[in-house]
């Protein structure tokens, strides 16, 4: 369930790596993903905020060695369809501090462009702003679905990410 959200949105798993995103309103409506894959074996937490712009999961990918996950994806509702974006992919490589891999000093970050959903490069550790993100990363960045947008007309959306 999305945690302090007055209406009923879930998260559940569905046949093989199949998961839905299911409303229970007046009429219900259900949105149908795949699970990213290091979660098909793998061990991950979800956790579900209602943004102005519709829902979206903040997948964390559990880490072995410390509280640090390894991986991060966004699920993203587009049309009937829940889709997850990889947050960390060509971030470059994870900062390691006192032994402990923190994970890439800058991720993508989902905005609110006008009504819009974008992801944007952003720093994600203390220090990581004044360190270009890799380019890999910055040609990424975009619209998720619809026409272009400008950065300059974005509100960066509050779903914590770590």
């Known amino acids: 369930m999305f945690e302090g959200q ?3 949105w879930a998260l559940r798993t569905g046949a093989d790596s ?3 995103l299911v409303q229970s309103t007046k009429t219900p409506s259900r949105r149908v993903g795949t699970v990213p894959p290091p979660c098909e074996a793998g061990t991950c937490v979800y956790r579900g905020i209602d943004t102005p712009l519709g829902p979206v999961v903040v997948v964390e990918v559990a880490g ?5 996950p390894t991986g991060v994806w966004l699920g993203l509702v587009e049309g009937d369809q829940l ?5 960390w992919e060509d971030a470059g490589d994870p900062v390691i501090d006192e032994g402990i891999a923190l994970g890439p000093a800058h991720t993508l970050a989902p905005f609110d462009c006008e009504g819009s959903l ?3 490069a952003q720093p994600r550790i203390p220090g990581a ?3 270009p993100a890799p380019s890999s990363l910055v040609a990424r960045e975009g619209a998720v679905s619809g026409d272009a947008v400008q950065r ?4 960066a959306l509050p779903v914590g990410l770590p």
């Open 118 to 120: 974008a992801l944007f």
């Open 64 to 68: 072995v060695e410390s509280e640090v």
């Open 129 to 131: 702003e004044v360190m």
């Open 152 to 155: 300059v007309r974005c509100d």
């Open 6 to 8: 007055p209406c009923g």
């Open 18 to 20: 199949a998961v839905e």
């Open 83 to 87: 889709r997850f974006v990889d947050l």
